[in-house]
């Protein structure tokens, strides 16, 4: 699975490959921001229930989630 963002964080994009070709989930938010590592950090690599909570809207370094 991969995970990209736009710049202002409030949009998400998935791309991962499912048996015979990708799957590519978007989300939107309407409020808040993902929260997402600066240009300096290092890849994560997260568990599906990471992915979930990311997703979801929570921060997932802090287990808090938006408004």
């Known amino acids: 699975l991969y995970a990209f963002t736009n710049r202002q964080r409030n949009k998400i994009k998935c791309l991962m490959w499912e048996d015979n070709g990708f ?22 690599a997260l568990t599906g229930e990471q992915i979930n909570w990311l997703l979801d809207g929570y921060d997932i370094t802090l287990l808090k989630g938006h408004k």
């Open 23 to 44: 799957v590519l989930y978007y989300k939107t938010l309407a409020e808040e921001r993902f929260k997402w590592p600066g240009p300096g950090d290092q890849l994560m």
